[in-house]
Nanobody
């Protein structure tokens, strides 16, 4: 059974940092991504990474502030979030199976972890 389990979300002040993690079990994905969904909004692409880490992609809204990385030995993908803004408040989801910005190209999804940025 394939599972993606996110953790590390929480409450942080604007300007602060947070790292969320996604542990994968049941298989290994060549590429993975992070998405987020804010209240009342559609889920959107945040970042993606290839298996080697040699390819990464970021949405314009997080570029320069967020860093996606992975530890293949632990089958874990991370999203380091710095200089957080209130508009980063959302449920963050990891997904496996693609490095695309297109959600339907991902095969598996985690349950999400809440990140709340206070002003």
């Amino acid at each position: 059974q394939v599972q993606l389990v996110e953790s590390g979300g929480g409450l942080v002040q604007a300007g602060g940092s947070l790292r969320v993690s996604c542990v994968v079990s049941g298989r290994t994905f060549n590429s993975m991504g992070w998405f987020r969904q804010a209240p009342g909004k559609e889920r959107e692409f945040v970042a993606a990474i290839s298996r080697s880490g040699g390819y990464t992609d970021y949405s314009d809204s997080v570029k320069g502030r967020f860093t996606i990385s992975r530890d293949n030995a632990k089958n874990t993908v991370y999203l380091q979030m710095n200089s957080l803004k209130t508009e980063d408040t959302a449920v963050y989801y990891c997904a496996g199976g693609s490095s695309s910005r297109v959600q339907r190209l991902y095969d598996y999804w985690g349950q999400g972890t809440q990140v709340t940025v206070s002003s």
